[in-house]
């Protein structure tokens, strides 16, 4: 059953939005993004890490570098 609220949900439709060609649609990918990250459990790390990857790429094609950087950056730090 699908549950628009559940953050597997939220993950896909952002992944879905993500490939539109859209920059609203890539916006509202990103937020769907942080809001997942943010309700994430710590066990869910590697899907974190997918979503941190993903929310670079978008920043980047939105031309947001301060963003796409700031995600880089919580990405090395989690490897060291």
Do not use: C, W
């Not at 896909?12 to 060609?21: F, Q, S, Y």
């Not at 942080?34 to 899907?47: F, H, K, N, S």
């Amino acid at each position: 059953e699908l549950d628009p609220q559940s953050a597997p949900d939220r993950r896909a439709k952002a992944l879905i939005l993500a490939n539109m060609p859209d920059p609203a649609a890539l916006r509202e990918a990103a937020e769907l993004l942080e809001d997942v990250l943010r309700q994430d459990t710590p066990d869910a790390e590697g899907r974190g890490h997918e979503a941190r990857f993903l929310l670079v790429k978008l920043y980047a094609a939105l031309k947001d570098d301060a963003r796409a950087i700031g995600h880089v950056r919580k990405l090395l730090a989690a490897h060291g």
